[in-house]
């Protein structure tokens, strides 16, 4: 089969937020190819995708800090238009724990990733940033010019690095673009619920803690903290659904197309904050099922309260958020149900 799609390299592309912009890419023309070394995705994330897509999307199982069998992949494949990298670890409290495996593992794939890219010729990156990347901010919205804090966490550290070693690379090389995106909160899952997120373990992030509890895999949910300086005393995100973030890629190789520019940083959000009491009570309304919860004490390292200013993104990239919380939640939820019914 003779391919007119332009071919992308997705790394980390059986990953939560991956796995759905591979959907995207397709639903938009792209042929994306997923390298994915399932350290922290599952298999039958692949099935998943058939069963949206209706036909195999080829995987190649390889971590890519391994800059030489990354060149080999993407010089064979030949005819690469851009790399979406997302491959990397993204626990916060996991990063604390163990620095050097979250130095390694998030610094050196993206720098084996951006020197096989040089060496390739190949022109266009988007790189999975994060809203952490702003620490405590000083006010709310934050937008794309707002000031980098120190970061509060080791994982936020390597987004910090990464997007200063993408913009040194780029003033160093001769045709390299890229667009950094910084996610706020990813939560929901494919409508059809063939993939969603699967974290390892006890989840660590809010949805998916929600949906396991309600499902009775998790007795009771501890809402960390009521006591911030916040209407209800809870702390506040920028919520968004993964889909509209999967096509927020979409758009940034488009933009990557269209445009001159050496590189573009976007905020990727709703640019409206919610409250954990907020999206709990949001949860059981719009799924009808009750989560038993506890107030405990504030996490430590969170902050009280981070939501985007995404008027760049809109006007710049052509990108907007159209789905609401509650349809994210109810992805979130089909997904969950889906899911434990079958394994
Ligand atoms: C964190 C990171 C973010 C990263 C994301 C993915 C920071 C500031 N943010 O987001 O960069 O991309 O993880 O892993 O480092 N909560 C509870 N109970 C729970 C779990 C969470 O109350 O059991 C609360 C948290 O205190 C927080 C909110 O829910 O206020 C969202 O937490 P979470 O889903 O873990 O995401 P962040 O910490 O915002």
């Given amino acids: 089969m003779k391919l007119d799609r332009p071919k992308i390299i997705v790394t980390g592309g059986a990953g939560f937020i991956g796995s759905h912009t591979v959907v995207a890419l397709v639903e938009n023309g792209f042929e994306p190819i997923i390298i994915d070394d399932f350290s922290n995705a599952s298999h039958s994330v692949l099935d998943g995708l058939y069963k949206i897509i209706g036909r195999q999307i080829k995987c190649y199982e390889m971590n890519c800090c391994r800059a030489e069998q990354l060149e080999d992949i993407l010089q064979k494949e030949g005819d690469i238009k851009g790399i979406i990298h997302f491959a990397a670890f993204k626990s916060v409290s996991e990063s604390q724990q163990y620095p050097l495996k979250y130095y390694e593992n ?22 999975s940033s994060s809203c952490t990347v702003y620490g405590e901010p000083d006010q709310v919205p934050v937008t794309e010019s707002s000031s980098i804090k120190e970061a509060a966490s080791v994982y936020g550290y390597t987004k910090q690095i990464g997007e200063r070693m993408i913009g040194d690379t780029i003033n160093a090389s001769k045709g390299l673009q890229a667009v950094i ?60 659904h993964v889909m ?54 504030r996490r430590p390292g969170d902050i009280e309260q981070i939501y985007a200013q995404c008027d760049k993104s809109n006007n710049v990239m052509d990108w907007e958020a159209h789905f609401t919380i509650e349809e994210a939640l109810r992805d979130a939820w089909n997904w969950e149900k889906k899911f434990r019914e079958s394994n």
């Fill in 181 to 240: 995106l910084r996610y706020f909160n990813p939560i929901g899952a494919h409508p059809s619920a063939h993939i969603g997120e699967l974290p390892n373990g006890v989840p660590e992030n809010l949805v998916p803690y929600i949906t396991q509890t309600a499902i009775g895999l998790r007795k009771q949910l501890t809402v960390f903290g009521g006591d911030y300086p916040t209407p209800d005393g809870t702390a506040i995100r920028d919520y968004i």
């Fill in 106 to 127: 998030n610094v050196l794939s993206l720098g084996s990733v951006l020197r096989v890219m040089n060496k390739l010729n190949i022109k266009h990156l988007v790189f």
């Fill in 244 to 297: 509209d973030l999967a096509m927020a890629h979409v758009k940034a190789l488009d933009w990557l197309k269209r445009n001159d520019e050496r590189q573009g940083i976007f905020n990727i959000g709703t640019g409206k904050g919610t409250s954990v009491m907020e999206l709990l009570s949001s949860f059981e309304r719009i799924n009808q099922v009750k989560v038993n919860y506890q107030i405990g004490p």
